[in-house]
């Protein structure tokens, strides 16, 4: 059974750009939940998508956003890049969300701001 | 505001001994508790998860809860140089707003043969 898959699994971007990541779920997980891990910061929460409806949101910007398809696959993006957005993106999956579930985490991507 | 707090070691606990990792959760309202592992360049991993008060056992794994203490602690005996990691607690408060999991920031353990 394959697990999560994120793409790419990383990238270098100037400020000011714009990046796209995406994230396909393990066959059959309808929730995907998006976190940020910087060494700082550790882990934190960006947003959960299920069944191509954002259901919950963390604290972030709202330069970041995301989105799911009838797939479940979900992508995230992060516009008007800061050097601050340098971080690892996990992406994480579960069959009806984190309240009832355990996440599947995808090895993410590591974004580099320069 | 939602924290987890965890000790960010290094903690050092010699092979075979018993490795204890703590965690404290700020929200009363917090329903369920996990424990991720997590090794250098890896993505987090799920060790256990638990509900109710108590200890629940998964081989060499318990996890405790206290919840009048807001308190949750992994134990690992029989400590491995494998063992050695970042451990992640998190927490889960479904009280409504954010519903994605808080995680503490860590606590790395380092198994020494």
């Known amino acids: 059974k394959a697990g999560v898959t994120q793409t790419p699994r990383y990238l270098i971007k100037t400020r000011g750009q714009q990046v796209t990541l995406s994230c396909s779920p393990i066959?059959?997980?309808?929730?995907v939940s998006w976190y940020q891990q910087t060494p700082g910061q550790g882990l934190q929460f960006l947003f959960e998508?299920?069944?191509?409806?954002?259901?919950n949101k963390g604290n972030f910007p709202g330069r970041f956003s995301g989105r799911q398809f009838s797939n479940s696959r979900s992508e995230m993006n992060v516009s008007t890049l800061e050097l601050g957005d340098s971080a690892l993106y996990l992406c994480?999956?579960?069959?009806?969300?984190?309240?009832?579930?355990?996440?599947?985490f995808g090895a993410g991507s590591r974004l580099t701001v320069l | 505001q939602k924290e987890v707090e965890q000790n960010s070691g290094p903690l050092s606990v010699p092979e075979g001994a018993i490795a204890s990792l703590n965690c404290t959760y700020s929200d009363r309202g917090s329903q369920s508790f996990f424990w991720y592992r997590q090794y250098s360049g890896k993505s987090p991993e799920l060790i256990m998860f638990i509900y109710s008060n108590g200890d629940k056992e998964d081989g060499r794994f318990t996890a405790q809860l206290n919840k009048a203490s807001q308190y949750v602690s992994l134990l690992i005996r029989d400590s491995q140089p494998s063992d050695s990691a970042t451990y992640l607690c998190a927490v889960l408060y479904s009280g409504g707003g954010a519903d994605g999991l808080t995680f503490g920031k860590g606590t790395h353990l380092i198994i020494q043969p």
């Open positions: 994480a999956s579960s069959l009806a969300g984190a309240g009832a579930n355990v996440l599947t």
């Open positions: 066959s059959g997980h309808r929730s």
């Open positions: 998508y299920f069944s191509e409806t954002q259901r």
